[in-house]
C-alpha cells in the first residue's frame, strides 16, 4: 500500500513516511519501594518533633513523639505491655537530651529534683559524648535510650519501683525487638537467642524491684495499684519459671474483693498456663 502522505507532495512535504504514524510509547516505569522505606514512611505518619527544654543543661532539642490519637489500642499481653494495631509507640515512650545524657520517661522528664539535677550532673554529664538519634527509632536505639533512662534512675536515687519499672518496660522491648526480626524471611537464630537472654535478664531484674517496692513503698507506684503489682509480680514468676511463687502472688490478687474483672480474667488466664505446664512437667517426668 502506498503512503498515505503522498497527496502533500505537491504541498511540499515529501518523503515523509507513514510508518511511525503510531508510536507505542514506553511505559513510566513504577517506583519500586523498599520494604524497609515503606515501614520508615508509616512510621513518620505516626511521631512528630516535639521541642523540649532540658531541665538539667537548659539546651532546647527536638524528640521523636508519638502524635496523640494516632495509634490504635488493640489490648494487653499477661505482663500488661501494651499492644497497639501497625505500630510499637514503647521505644518513643523516653526522652534524652543529647547535650548533658539526662534521660527519662517522657511523663516525668521535666519532674527532676535539684538532688538528682546534681547527681546527673556529677555522674552523668560528664562522662557522656553526646549522641543525636534518628527521627524513626529502631529497637537496638531504643534498648540504648531505655538504658540510659535507668542509669538516670540509678545514680539520681530513685526509688525501687521506677527503676522496676523501667527495666519491666527494656524487657517489652526486647521482645518487640524479637518479634520485628521473627516477621523477615531470614532470621538470625543467633540475634534472636541473645535478645531472648536479655529480656529474661531484665524480666529478673523487674521482679526483683517490684518486690522490694512492694514491701516498702506507698501505693501508686508508677501507676501502679498494689494489687495490680501483685499481679504483675505473679506473672513476671510465671515467666521465670517459678510457678509456686506465682501461685502465691495470684492468691494475693484474688484475696482482694474489689478486682477488677480485666484483672480477675488475666489471673485466671495465667493460672491455666500454669497448669498446662505443670501438666506436662508432670508427663514429662512420667516418660
Not at 518523503?15 to 514512611?41: R, T
Amino acid at each position: 500500500m502506498e503512503n498515505i502522505f503522498k497527496d502533500l507532495e505537491e504541498l511540499g512535504f515529501k518523503n515523509i513516511s507513514d510508518a511511525d504514524l503510531f508510536q507505542e510509547k514506553e511505559q513510566p516505569k513504577k517506583k519500586v519501594i523498599s520494604k524497609e522505606k515503606e515501614a520508615q514512611l508509616k512510621v513518620q505518619t505516626y511521631i512528630y518533633q516535639r521541642k523540649v527544654d532540658c531541665p538539667v543543661c537548659k539546651h532546647s532539642f527536638h524528640s521523636s513523639t508519638v502524635r496523640s490519637g494516632r495509634v490504635r489500642f488493640q489490648g494487653t499481653e499477661l505482663d500488661l505491655r501494651p499492644r497497639y494495631v501497625g505500630f510499637d509507640p514503647l521505644p518513643y515512650d523516653v526522652t534524652v537530651c543529647n547535650y548533658c545524657g539526662y534521660a527519662a520517661i517522657n511523663k516525668y522528664f521535666k519532674n527532676i529534683t535539684e538532688k538528682k539535677k546534681r547527681a546527673v550532673i556529677e555522674n552523668i554529664t560528664r562522662n557522656y559524648i553526646g549522641h543525636k538519634y534518628n527521627e524513626i527509632l529502631t529497637y537496638e536505639e531504643s534498648v540504648e535510650r531505655y538504658k540510659l533512662v535507668l542509669l538516670n534512675s540509678a545514680v539520681g536515687g530513685d526509688s525501687n519501683g521506677i527503676k522496676a519499672y523501667i527495666c519491666l518496660k527494656i524487657s517489652w522491648l526486647y521482645r518487640g525487638w524479637q518479634e520485628s526480626l521473627q516477621a523477615l524471611e531470614q532470621k538470625d537464630d543467633a540475634l534472636l537467642q541473645k535478645l531472648r537472654t536479655y529480656e529474661i535478664v531484665f524480666v529478673e531484674k523487674a521482679f526483683e524491684g517490684f518486690k522490694l517496692a512492694y514491701a516498702t513503698e506507698k501505693f501508686p507506684v508508677m501507676g501502679i495499684d498494689e494489687m495490680t503489682m501483685e499481679y504483675i509480680i505473679a506473672e513476671l514468676a510465671r515467666r521465670l519459671g517459678d510457678s509456686k511463687i506465682s501461685k502465691q502472688w495470684l492468691g494475693r490478687v484474688i484475696g482482694h474483693s474489689d478486682v477488677p474483672n480485666r484483672l480477675r480474667d488475666k489471673v485466671y488466664d495465667v493460672k491455666e498456663l500454669i497448669r498446662e505446664q505443670e501438666k506436662k512437667e508432670k508427663k514429662s517426668q512420667q516418660d
